[in-house]
């Protein structure tokens, strides 16, 4: 039986096609329309849907410059199955290099969204129902915010083992189990029967080579283990993520001038000191220990904090890991023969 063709936005896709299509969100008040834009691959043999999606929040483009790669990827023209890639979510913040929308609302917590509501709940709504209900499962790429940075990580959801078995495929250096949140993507779908591995990494309006390798790599591994892609060319991780069940942001314990010792990806030991902050006379200086052991998944980047300011993001490990994460990362990313410095334009 012959595979059907793929129905968007009144466009069909044959088996074997791909394309864009222009999706109506809105319009700007100088008339200038807004869209969202997705990319359709529909591969000629049957295979699973997926969804790929960047910029929920308009200033990671971290995320956008892994869906341009991704694209680029010679593996995308023997796909199996259907792959929705959409590079910006959130417009409104990626044209203003704002995290949020014009309404200051951020649109991860704006799920299932309405097609009456706010700007973000309009937006929720077509995302959700004219890409991620209509894909088997999604990766969602994201960063830290402004002034912060991440290790490159995956979220998933407690109890769930497609994302479980994904996020082992991916090969970033830490899974962590993070609980769901109301009103966010990754919750809004799994309700609805979507799993979404969520991709944590580098800073926003920041790139990071590292970050962007790692996540291109991650997904062509995930779709190579969904058997959508061949493995030719896909090398697999060379080490096995370390597994992390919990985490906490360790904070700033006085305003002043922030020093710290540690990095994002460094194995830290309770009472280690991995910051100072001191007053601008150097008068009074208060260190920021270390609780428990643990890997540093994020940390802060701007050196002037107030009291109570998260400084650095710490995940439990188990007492057996002791490798330095990034530096594995770092030599698994320059064997990976996918990333040939002369190929990254």
């Not at 997926?50 to 410059?65: M, R, T, Y």
């Not at 609805?192 to 390798?213: I, K, Q």
Request: charged share 20%.
């Amino acid at each position: 039986m012959a595979r059907a063709a793929f129905e968007i936005a009144g466009r069909s896709f044959a088996p074997g096609s791909a394309g864009i299509v222009h999706l109506p969100v809105s319009t700007l008040p100088d008339h200038t329309p807004v869209n969202l834009s997705v990319q359709v691959h529909h591969g000629k043999r049957a295979g699973p849907a997926v969804f790929v999606s960047a910029a929920v929040h308009g200033d990671e483009v971290i995320g956008v410059e892994i869906v341009r790669r991704l694209l680029r990827a010679p593996q995308l023209n023997t796909l199996r199955g259907t792959l929705l890639v959409v590079p910006v979510v959130n417009s409104f913040g990626f044209l203003n290099r704002s995290r949020y929308l014009p309404d200051r609302r951020d649109l991860n917590r704006c799920f299932p969204g309405h097609p009456s509501g706010s700007l973000g709940a309009r937006l929720a709504h077509i995302f959700l129902n004219e890409v991620v209900l209509r894909c088997d499962t999604g990766i969602d790429l994201h960063s830290a915010a402004i002034h912060r940075t991440n290790l490159p990580q995956i979220r998933v959801s407690p109890g769930d083992k497609t994302t479980a078995d994904m996020a082992q495929a991916f090969g970033a250096p830490v899974i962590l189990t993070s609980p769901l949140r109301d009103g966010s993507l990754r919750a809004e779908a799994a309700e609805r029967g979507t799993p979404v591995l969520l991709y944590e990494a580098g800073e926003g309006l920041r790139f990071d080579e590292m970050a962007v390798r790692a996540g291109v790599a991650g997904i062509l591994r995930v779709l190579r283990s969904m058997d959508m892609l061949p493995a030719k060319g896909i090398a697999k991780a060379r080490a096995r993520p370390y597994l992390c069940k919990s985490s906490t942001w360790l904070r700033a314990p006085a305003g002043g001038l922030l020093r710290t010792f540690r990095a994002e990806g460094e194995m830290v030991s309770q009472g280690d000191v991995l910051a100072s902050v001191s007053d601008p006379f150097g008068d009074v200086e208060t260190d920021l220990i270390a609780p428990s052991d643990g890997i540093l998944i994020g940390r802060a980047i701007l050196p002037v904090v107030n009291e109570g300011d998260a400084v650095f993001h710490l995940a439990a490990l188990s007492p057996q890991a002791a490798e330095h994460t990034v530096e594995g990362l770092a030599a698994q990313l320059e064997s990976d023969p996918l990333f040939d410095e002369d190929e990254i334009i």
